[in-house]
């Protein structure tokens, strides 16, 4: 699972900088050569069972007559889905959603976008991509099924530290490749204080960014993921942000932390 478009590939080179300087890639200088690890689509995740998801979008955009996957979304209210603000860089009439299937094709129902909202504070050329959370409202109201359903906002911004979450996408795995099927992977939430340490001088906010880390088990999000949700106790806390471009789970995956956004999603949306 990785990121679209600006989350991996437009830092990637900054962020092995940023390593570099701080030894966190090894070496003064120069990247350590360690092969990279088998991995698995969602890199690290499997297959998500028909149904458990109910609430993940497939954000598509519009591109030469056909519709491609860009990122994923979390339905939060009738018609309104939550993503990242670095999905929405594209005409609301170039947009769509695509609910309850866990496939890509063949699809489920499709929702023409009607409005997109970005963050007024976002923006994706500072360090650490901060207030990187957005909107989407639809032409018409969602029409729920046991496929397609809501999921519940958080009260607060507060995750606790090795706590698990669940991590759902369509981003490419480890050799570039974007699944048809849906992936999930269990992961676990990183303290802010170490994940500030790992990306050093990414001015990570210690209320606004989540992070999840799972070395040892190589999971991370990967491109095509962003946007899509961070699910916890039945309610989402996160929003893939960004990452390491080869999303190898050697470096912590980042997202908005939903519940620091609770009162900017409201006044949006009324929810």
């Given amino acids: 699972m990785a990121r679209t478009g600006g989350w991996f590939g437009r830092i990637a080179s900054a962020l092995v900088g940023v390593l570099l300087a701080s030894g966190l890639l090894g070496g ?3 990247a350590s050569a360690e092969p990279e690890p088998p991995v698995v689509q969602v890199v690290g995740g499997t297959d998500a069972p028909a149904g458990a998801y109910p609430y993940q979008v497939s954000l598509q955009r519009l591109s030469g007559g056909q519709w491609y996957h860009s990122c994923g979304g979390s339905i939060i209210g009738p018609q309104w889905v939550l993503t990242a603000a670095h999905c929405l860089d594209s005409p609301a009439s170039r947009m769509r959603i695509v609910v309850g299937s866990n496939t ?10 009607q409005e997109t909202i970005r963050h007024e504070d976002y923006n994706g050329n500072a360090a ?14 969602i029409a729920f099924t046991s496929l397609v359903q809501p999921i ?28 048809n099927m849906l992936q999930q992977a269990t992961v676990t939430v990183l303290a802010m204080s170490e994940c500030r340490l790992r990306w050093y001088g990414q ?8 992070c999840t880390f799972d070395r040892e088990a190589g999971l991370s999000a990967c491109s095509g993921d962003s946007g899509g949700p961070l699910a916890r106790n039945g309610r989402v806390i996160g929003v893939v942000s960004w ?4 999303c190898n789970g050697r470096y912590p995956s980042v997202y908005t932390n939903t519940g620091a956004y609770r009162s900017w999603i409201t006044t ?4």
Avoid: F, M
């Fill in 28 to 30: 003064a200088g120069t």
């Fill in 104 to 113: 890509l094709a063949p699809l489920g129902t499709a929702y023409p976008v």
């Fill in 128 to 141: 650490g991509t901060p207030n990187d959370i957005g909107l989407l409202k639809v032409s018409t109201p």
């Fill in 152 to 179: 519940a906002l958080p009260d607060s911004p507060e995750v606790p530290a090795g706590s698990s979450a669940t991590l759902t996408g369509w981003g490419r795995n480890g050799s570039g490749e974007s699944p």
């Fill in 203 to 210: 001015n990570l906010s210690l209320v606004n960014h989540l």
């Fill in 243 to 246: 990452g390491v471009s080869s």
């Fill in 268 to 271: 949006k949306t009324g929810i």
